[in-house]
């Protein structure tokens, strides 16, 4: 499974987009980018998945590069709740639990 | 629908003791998996069940073991405790193998 590297912390402000970035240079054709987040005191929340395609839902997009060796988290408007661990993990979406979740980014959301 | 539950929350062992784990799955959901998180660590797959089968292993000793009932309620367990083996237990269930996984709280877990 591909390893994934996203940057420790990251900082927004209230109302205001945030883009959280994922490198997975090493991503098979087969494998697919997992977003999870994680709020404190809490498991991890599933947030969005994608294979080639960009993806929306009702919490955030997902912006993958044409290469498939990195994407981006998009959430459109961070609120105080956004304020989480974000984990990037790629790999197959089929049997295969062997996800390595890395340390995710830590964001925090000002008022 | 009731999320995924997690018994008990909190526990504290000593070295050398075992430790059972619980986990209850949503409603439906028959595939259930089990991580470890520590601070240096971040999350570490330790197995998946799928109706009561194992499917997927992890890289951790034989100590850690598990199993899943035919409710597709999962135990996790852990023999001959070591200080290392403190960390918060997650547990994530799933309609099917593969598929959108929902957490449960954890168990945090200390060893003394």
């Known amino acids: 499974d591909a390893k994934t590297t996203q940057p420790n912390s990251m900082e927004s402000n209230e109302e205001e987009p945030v883009h959280l970035p994922c490198n997975h240079s090493?991503?098979?054709?087969?494998?697919?980018i997992h977003w999870y987040r994680q709020l404190p005191s809490q498991g991890p929340e599933y947030v969005i998945h994608?294979?080639?395609?960009?993806v929306n839902n009702r919490m955030a997009s997902l912006a993958i590069a044409e290469d498939r060796k990195s994407s981006t988290l998009i959430l459109h408007r961070a609120t105080l709740r956004d304020a989480a661990v974000y984990y990037c993990?790629?790999?197959?979406?089929?049997?295969?639990?062997?996800?390595?979740w890395g340390l995710g980014t830590s964001l925090a959301v000002n008022p | 629908k009731a999320g995924v539950t997690q018994t008990p929350r909190y526990l504290i062992k000593t070295r050398g003791q075992q430790v059972t784990l619980s986990c209850s799955p949503i409603?439906?959901?028959?595939?259930v998996s089990w991580y470890q998180q520590t601070p240096g660590q971040g999350l570490q797959f330790l197995f998946e069940?799928?109706?009561?089968?194992?499917?997927n292993k992890g890289n951790f000793p034989g100590r850690f073991s598990g199993r899943q009932f035919s409710n597709s309620r999962s135990e996790m367990n852990v023999s001959t405790l070591e200080l290392g083996d403190s960390a918060l237990y997650l547990c994530?269930?799933?309609?099917?193998?593969?598929?959108?996984?929902?957490f449960g709280p954890g168990t945090r877990l200390t060893v003394l």
């Open positions: 994530a269930s799933s309609q099917t193998s593969g598929g959108e996984q929902f």
């Open positions: 994608g294979l080639t395609s960009n």
């Open positions: 090493t991503i098979s054709g087969t494998d697919y």
């Open positions: 993990i790629s790999g197959n979406a089929g049997n295969n639990r062997k996800l390595i």
């Open positions: 409603s439906g959901h028959r595939s």
């Open positions: 069940y799928f109706s009561e089968t194992q499917r």
